[in-house]
């Protein structure tokens, strides 16, 4: 079946290290992105890749880094600098970023904590 | 700029009643707008989308969405309420700014169906 992976499901991490959250595609999409979800203010963007070898920041990038080394992958970095990284994080994609009216696919989404 | 706004963050119904989650929206250009649902700790799915072709709009489960320009608005709609509808529901509009289709997320209705 065709869809997006993300793993780990759960994450913990002790203060003042990096983590880094794995997202997978098989739909062939260009773009993907990088949402974090906390409650009661809906998703806010991190980043965004329409092609491969390029990504542009997104609302709340500081604290965070990816890469776009393939098609199918667009991992996230949660890094020290991030003061406040416990939330749920969901990676998505579209067919290509470029087109207005098309809608994005999610994965199901890691819960970070940091303890 | 785009934005929505979800005028109720919670709303309960009961199994077997009408089920409205209101969505009003700003755009400076004729807006692609969708609604997705969120089960507890899961991903988002697709409801349905609004992309400038008929006004009312059909969704999976039963659900659907009119779209009214002179109002701003886009609610949600089932004309009968089951129990596994009972999640999180956003609505989203697509930001047409520049060269990339970015999703702007309203904060989230969060629907309970009652026996």
């Known amino acids: 079946d065709g869809g997006i992976t993300q793993s780990p499901k759960y994450l913990f991490r002790k203060e003042g290290q990096n983590v880094t959250l794995s997202c997978e595609q098989n739909l062939n999409h260009d773009a993907m992105y990088w949402y974090r979800q906390d409650p009661g203010q809906g998703l806010r963007l991190i980043y965004y890749s329409q092609i491969v070898n390029d990504f542009q920041k997104g609302d709340i990038a500081e604290g965070y880094s990816v890469s776009r080394e393939k098609k199918e992958s667009f991992p996230l970095t949660v890094t020290s600098a991030q003061k406040n990284p416990t939330a749920f994080y969901l990676c998505?994609?579209?067919?290509?970023?470029?087109?207005?009216?098309?809608?994005?696919?999610f994965g199901q989404g890691t819960r970070l904590t940091v303890v | 700029a785009q934005s929505v706004t979800q005028l109720d963050s919670h709303v309960s119904v009961s199994e077997g009643t009408p089920v409205l989650l209101r969505c009003n929206y700003s755009?400076?250009?004729?807006?692609?707008l969708f609604w997705y649902v969120q089960h507890p700790n899961k991903g988002l799915q697709l409801l349905l989308k609004y992309t400038s072709a008929a006004t009312l709009v059909k969704g999976i489960n039963g659900f659907e969405a009119e779209f009214k320009k002179s109002e701003t608005s886009f609610h949600l709609t089932k004309p009968s309420a089951h129990m596994s509808d009972a999640a999180e529901y956003f609505c989203v509009v697509s930001d047409r700014r520049g060269a990339t289709n970015k999703l702007i997320f309203g904060t989230g209705t969060l629907l309970a169906v009652q026996p």
């Open positions: 998505a994609s579209s067919i290509s970023g470029a087109l207005w009216n098309t809608e994005a696919f």
């Open positions: 755009s400076s250009y004729s807006p692609s």
